[in-house]
C-alpha cells in the first residue's frame, strides 16, 4: 500500500492521472472501474495465504479483491443517488450497490489476467509513451509516483488490447443489418409534420402598462429591420431576445403542429422558408420568426434515422457478445465471494 499513500496524498494529482488514463471504460453498458488498489495497491499474490483476512471480498482465480478496492467504487455510485435527491439508501439497496461493484471487480480482473497470457506487439512502447505524457502532466506535483502509474498503465493498456483483439470494443454491425432492421420496422419510424423555426421575442408583463407594451413593441421592430438590412439574425437575436433561446440565435429546432401558440404555429407552417414574418403578438410578447426547415408527416427516410438505429443496433450487439464473453470466462473461472 505504500505507492498508493504517497499518491492519496495529493488528490488532484490523483484525479488527473485517473482522467487522463480513463479509468471509467464504458463498454456496452458495463463499467469497469479500475482503482489504483486494484492496479498495484493490494499486492496480490495468488497463492491464497497472504490476504487470508475478513478484507478479501472475493477471489478470482487465487488472486484476492479487497474491501479497499470495493468500498470506494460503491461510495462512488452512492453519491450519485444522493446527488439526486435519494436521503437514507436502504440496506437492499445498498447491498445491490456492493454486488455490482464487486462484479465489475471480478470482470476487470478476469480480462486482466486473460491479457496477461496474450502476447501483444509494442506493449512497453505504448507503456513508455504514455508514461512519459503523464509524467509531462504531473511535472509540477509532489508526490507522483512513476512506478505505480506505470503499473496502472500496463494494466489499461492490456485490457484494452485483449478488448479489441475479441471484438468487444465498440464492435458494429454492418449497415445491411441496420438497413433490414429499419426496412422490418418502417411503422415504428413514423413521424408528424414540423416545422423548424428561429425567432426573437420580446416579452410584455402581465401587467404592462400602455408605454411599456409601445417600447416592447419599438424594440422588436427595430429587431426586424436590422435583419431586413442584413444584420445576421443570429446577431440580433443574441443582442434584443428576451427568450432563452437568445443565446443560440433564437433556435428553436424542429417542433411538430400544435406545439406553439396557434398564431405561431399558423406562421411556422405557412410561410416561406427563409422568409421573416412580420411582428406577431402572443401570451409570451412580440415575436418575429423565421422558418429554417419543415419535414412533411409520414415514415422517416432511412437517411435520416440510420445513426439513431444504427446506435442502438451496436449498443445491443455489443452488449450481448459482452455478456456472452463474460459468462465463457466466469465459467472456466474459480471465483469465489466472501461478501
Given at each position: ?10 488528490d ?15 463498454v ?23 490476504d ?22 460503491v461510495d ?12 437514507k439508501?436502504n440496506d437492499?439497496?445498498?447491498k ?92 415504428n ?27 416592447a413593441?419599438?424594440k ?9 438590412d ?7 437575436a443574441?443582442?434584443y ?36 414574418s ?15 426547415d ?44 466472501y461478501?
Open positions: 500500500m505504500k505507492h498508493l499513500k504517497s499518491i492519496s496524498r495529493n488532484h494529482l490523483f484525479m488527473r492521472l485517473f482522467t487522463f488514463l480513463g479509468f471509467v471504460w464504458i456496452t453498458g458495463s463499467l469497469f472501474l479500475f482503482t489504483a488498489n486494484s492496479h498495484a495497491g493490494s499486492q496480490k499474490t495468488g497463492d491464497g495465504s497472504a487470508d483476512t475478513p478484507d478479501v471480498v472475493a477471489r478470482v482465480n487465487g488472486v484476492p479483491i479487497t474491501r479497499d478496492e470495493l468500498t470506494p467504487q462512488k455510485n452512492l453519491q450519485k443517488y444522493v446527488k439526486y435527491g435519494m436521503r439508501p437492499g439497496f445498498v445491490k450497490l456492493r454486488q455490482d461493484a464487486l462484479d465489475k471487480l471480478i470482470v476487470a480482473e478476469l480480462f486482466y489476467q486473460e491479457a496477461r497470457t496474450i502476447k501483444f506487439d509494442d506493449l512497453e512502447s505504448k507503456v513508455s509513451k504514455k508514461l512519459d505524457e503523464l509524467k509531462e502532466q504531473a511535472a509540477d506535483n509532489e508526490g507522483f509516483d512513476p512506478k505505480l502509474a506505470k503499473q496502472m498503465l500496463q494494466r489499461k493498456i492490456l485490457i484494452d488490447e485483449y478488448l479489441v483483439l475479441n471484438e468487444l470494443k465498440d464492435p458494429e454491425l454492418p449497415e445491411k443489418v441496420i438497413k433490414d432492421y429499419y426496412e422490418k420496422n418502417k411503422q419510424f413514423l413521424r408528424k409534420e414540423s416545422a423548424r423555426t428561429r425567432h426573437i421575442l420580446v416579452e410584455i408583463p402581465e401587467d404592462a402598462k400602455p408605454d411599456e407594451k409601445v417600447e413593441r419599438r422588436i421592430e427595430e429587431a426586424r429591420k436590422l435583419i431586413l442584413e444584420k445576421s439574425f443570429n446577431e440580433v443574441i443582442e431576445s428576451e427568450c432563452n433561446s437568445a443565446s443560440g440565435g433564437g433556435e428553436l429546432g424542429y417542433n411538430e403542429r400544435g406545439y406553439m401558440p396557434p398564431l405561431y404555429d399558423e406562421i411556422a407552417f405557412s410561410q416561406k422558408i427563409g422568409e421573416l412580420e411582428v406577431i403578438e402572443t401570451e409570451h410578447g412580440f415575436h418575429i420568426v423565421e422558418v429554417v419543415r419535414k412533411p408527416a409520414g415514415i422517416v427516410p432511412y437517411d435520416e434515422i440510420k445513426g439513431f438505429i444504427g446506435k442502438y443496433l451496436n449498443n445491443r450487439h455489443a452488449k450481448k457478445k459482452m455478456t456472452a464473453h463474460v459468462s465463457g470466462l466466469k465459467e472456466k473461472a474459480k471465483v469465489e465471494i461478501l
